[in-house]
């Protein structure tokens, strides 16, 4: 088995010994700091996701109640917007439509993968972007509240929550991004400023997004206060992702 960045990074033995689980978990999370994901592939059957990713924090229920959600196309529902369908998606970061605190982490890991191809998730590391903010614009978007809504699907399910945040915040010295490039409400007067930052920031997500192709068993694991995310389109409904959001726990 291989990681992406270590090869020596194994699932193989896990739980079998306290110390190299101990070992493994720290170089984890020195890769999930360093580069702002993970993905693992070649783990082996029988290996417990939501058991690794419970170390990290608690887990948010999803749009279906369950604290493990299953990712798997709706039918009915390709003619919206929506998480759970198999239409492509704008970057994002997942939960900024929630009261307080999005997912610190975003977590998922392929029970089935697509036949024919797409259906990978795309990412993007944000902090370059919002490193090379201009004092003015960084004060606008961490003091400047707007208002976000649900995707177009989850409003259809009467799953529609909103609210009202800045894009950026700071968190015990943690700086969190919230972002949608479609569902964030621009008011008159606050489009201009805000505008161009979603522009550029697309952009350079077209540019420049890393994409996971998801093999079974594959576990992507990313921070969701700093990279964006989405997905690309695909055919295969029996494509599943298993996905888990994890609180931030301070
Ligand atoms: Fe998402």
């Not at 070649?42 to 608690?58: K, Q, T």
């Not at 015990?172 to 920031?201: M, W």
């Not at 694991?221 to 690309?232: E, I, V, Y």
């Amino acid at each position: 088995m291989q990681c992406t960045y270590i090869s020596a990074l194994s699932f193989a033995d896990y739980g079998s010994h306290p110390e190299c689980d101990v070992a493994l978990r720290s170089a984890y999370t020195a890769l999930l700091e360093k580069n702002g994901y993970v993905h693992v592939t070649e783990v082996p059957d029988g290996f417990e996701h939501s058991r690794f990713l419970a170390g990290f924090g608690d887990f948010y229920p999803g749009p279906s109640g369950k604290l493990i959600d299953d990712i798997i196309a709706e039918p009915g529902m390709d003619d919206v917007y929506y998480g759970a369908n198999r239409r492509a998606l704008m970057p994002h970061t997942e939960g900024y439509e929630f009261d307080g605190l999005p997912p610190r982490y975003l977590a998922l890991w392929c029970i089935v993968p697509p036949v024919g191809g797409g259906g990978e998730t795309t990412l993007l590391d944000a902090y370059p972007l919002i490193e090379a903010l201009r004092v003015e614009e960084r004060n606008y978007l961490e003091t400047q509240p707007f208002d976000w809504q649900a995707s177009e699907g989850l409003r259809r399910r009467g799953l529609g929550q909103r609210s009202s945040h800045p894009i950026l915040e700071t968190i015990d010295g943690i700086t969190l991004l919230r972002f949608s490039y479609n569902n964030i409400l621009l008011l008159p007067g606050a489009v201009e400023p805000v505008a161009s930052f979603l522009n550029r920031t697309k952009q350079v997500f077209d540019a420049e997004h890393i994409t996971i192709k998801y093999q079974r068993n594959d576990l992507l694991h990313f921070d969701n206060w700093r990279m964006l995310h989405s997905r690309t389109e695909f055919e295969d409904a029996a494509r599943h992702l298993k996905r888990v959001q994890i609180r931030y726990r301070g």
